[in-house]
Nanobody
């Protein structure tokens, strides 16, 4: 098992910023693609942004230009800088990662989620 632990969520006013972090720990050989997803109540879990090991990124149209995904391969950490937050960004944010636990086996893991609430 490779626990993914998110942090950094909270309550912020519209127009504000938050930075989410996710730490992968345990028996890790290599962390490959990493991503942030979010899920609002009664909605499906949607992809927010992805970052490959080489640093290449992709974003959902709804967050392009406002959110920045990044990672630290040496620390097995993932980040999401969220600026210009709006009420529609309110959701539980989940970290996701493809982790090689050895040279032959790769598994996909989810974090437990961190709540982001944007409200005045």
């Amino acid at each position: 098992q490779v626990p993914l632990v998110e942090s950094g969520g909270g309550l912020v006013q519209p127009g504000g910023s938050l930075r989410l972090s996710c730490t992968a720990s345990g028996d890790i050989f290599k962390v490959n693609d990493m991503a942030w997803y979010r899920q609002a109540p009664e909605n499906e879990r949607d992809l927010v942004a992805t970052v490959a090991r080489d640093g290449s990124t992709n974003y959902a149209d709804s967050v392009e230009g406002r959110f920045t995904i990044s990672r630290d391969n040496a620390k097995n950490m993932l980040y999401l800088q969220m600026n210009s937050l709006a009420p529609e960004d309110t959701a539980t944010y989940y970290c996701n990662a493809d982790v090689e636990v050895n040279r032959d086996n790769e598994y996909n893991y989810w974090g437990q989620g961190t709540q982001v609430t944007v409200s005045s």
